[in-house]
């Protein structure tokens, strides 16, 4: 009889320890999960919130907001939803765009900085984005690209969005008009000398998909970067240049050396 009260006494004290509290790193407890506050704290960081706001009511809103999640993907587990193919599939995916990821940002923040040199000619070399850059106000259409390689030909030969939209209407492929706005920054600089010459009202079309967009510069606002502001942008820009080249020259260096094995049918083509 001692003995088993013994033993009794001591599962107790021992499902007593295991019970979580909310105290310490622990800000919350979600049936015996913990949320601790350095996972707030990186949801807090990517929240964007504003100077002005009330930190104590948006920081308990994001922690309502974590409990919640935590309680739907632990029904989503009751449920299996996390044994399923598709899960697993999409599961892996992220996971390994987060590895990537990490790794480009590692890879970044060991590179050394360029020295004043480089910057100097890294944004002589853009300047879109700096000295030269614009904001530009864009009148556009958006039309289903049209399968007929002679349709493609005569819109490509449009001069204005009036001209292009007449050769749809014609060819009976409906559109939209809109308006946008492009900050020249964005634009390649492999591109960016053929757009600025373009003609006023001179449309460029981007494919989307199976849709098309065609825009015309209606009009350009100088909004030129330099300064301080300059020189971290380039330097940031330069950093994620170096990465990628770094990131794309160890992934040729791991494909030669991977042992890769395909399926009948599904090899890539031979290099001629």
Request: glycine fraction near 4%.
């Amino acid at each position: 009889m001692k003995h088993r009260t013994l033993v009794a006494l001591l599962l107790l004290a021992t499902c007593t320890a295991c019970q979580k509290k909310a105290e310490g790193q622990t800000v919350a407890v979600v049936n015996d999960e913990e949320i601790t506050s350095s996972q707030l704290n990186a949801e807090l960081a990517n929240a964007n919130i504003p100077e002005t706001a009330d930190k104590k009511a948006v920081t308990n809103r994001i922690l309502q907001g974590l409990i919640d999640r935590r309680l739907l993907a632990e029904q989503a587990r009751k449920d299996g939803i996390d044994k399923s193919p598709d899960f697993i599939s999409r599961q892996q995916k992220l996971n390994e765009e987060l590895l990537i990821g990490m790794l480009a940002n590692r890879s970044m923040d060991t590179s050394k900085l360029p020295s004043d040199a480089e910057i100097a000619a890294f944004q002589a070399k853009q300047p879109q984005a700096f000295a030269n850059r614009e904001v530009w106000k864009l009148e556009q259409l958006q039309y289903d690209t049209p399968t007929d390689k002679a349709v493609q030909q005569r819109i490509a030969g449009t001069k204005t969005l009036p001209e292009l939209a007449a050769l749809l209407t014609s060819a009976r492929i409906p559109f939209q008009r809109g308006n946008n706005q492009l900050v020249t920054s964005v634009i390649p600089s492999e591109l960016y000398p053929q757009l600025a010459r373009l003609a006023p009202g001179e449309p460029f079309i981007v494919p989307a998909g199976n849709k098309s967009v065609a825009s015309a510069i209606a009009s350009r606002e100088p909004s030129p970067l330099t300064g301080p502001n300059a020189r971290t942008e380039a330097v940031n820009a330069m950093r994620r240049q170096t990465s990628t080249t770094a990131l794309q020259q160890r992934l040729k260096e791991l494909r030669t050396a991977a042992k890769i094995e395909y399926k009948e049918g599904f090899a890539p083509p031979a290099k001629q």
